[in-house]
């Protein structure tokens, strides 16, 4: 299949898929007559620049929120 990389450059690709490991980042494998390879891009740039492959993002999994706090007391770790 064919996509649009970061840079703007048409690339063929083997596959393309939300990667579970990496919620937010679509992973795109290539391979060449030498090796295969793999790289990620975030789904909201894959999307603006392959928008005809939207679809693919859909199953990715929900990214979660950051967390922040403040700390309001702590002891020394007695080690």
């Not at 083997?14 to 060449?32: H, I, L, N, W």
């Not at 894959?46 to 679809?55: A, M």
């Not at 706090?69 to 080690?79: C, I, K, Q």
Request: net charge negative; hydrophobic share 35%; glycine share 6%.
């Amino acid at each position: 299949m064919k996509i649009i990389d970061i840079n703007g450059n048409e690339r063929d690709c083997v596959k393309a898929f939300p990667d579970p490991s990496y919620p937010g980042y679509m992973r795109v494998e290539f391979q060449t007559k030498i090796r295969s390879h793999h790289v990620w891009y975030p789904i909201d740039e894959f999307v603006k620049n392959n928008p005809e492959l939207e679809s693919l993002s859909k199953s990715a999994p929900a990214v979660a929120e950051e967390v922040v706090g403040v700390v309001s007391s702590s002891t020394e770790l007695g080690l």
